[in-house]
């Protein structure tokens, strides 16, 4: 699955947001993920 991963870090971000957490997520992803709708949904 390529980029299947950023939907899940982007919402683990903003959990952390709206919880006020001071906490920070990194995604890894190659080039083939920007291809992808979820690179751009996210």
Same mark, same amino acid.
């Given at each position: 699955i390529v980029g299947g991963q950023l939907p $899940? &870090?982007?919402g683990l971000a903003? &959990? $952390?947001?709206q919880r006020g957490g001071d906490g920070a997520v990194m995604c890894f992803f190659g080039d083939g &993920?920007?291809?992808?709708g979820e690179f751009h949904e996210s």
């Open positions: $899940i &870090a982007t903003l &959990a $952390i947001k &993920a920007v291809n992808e």
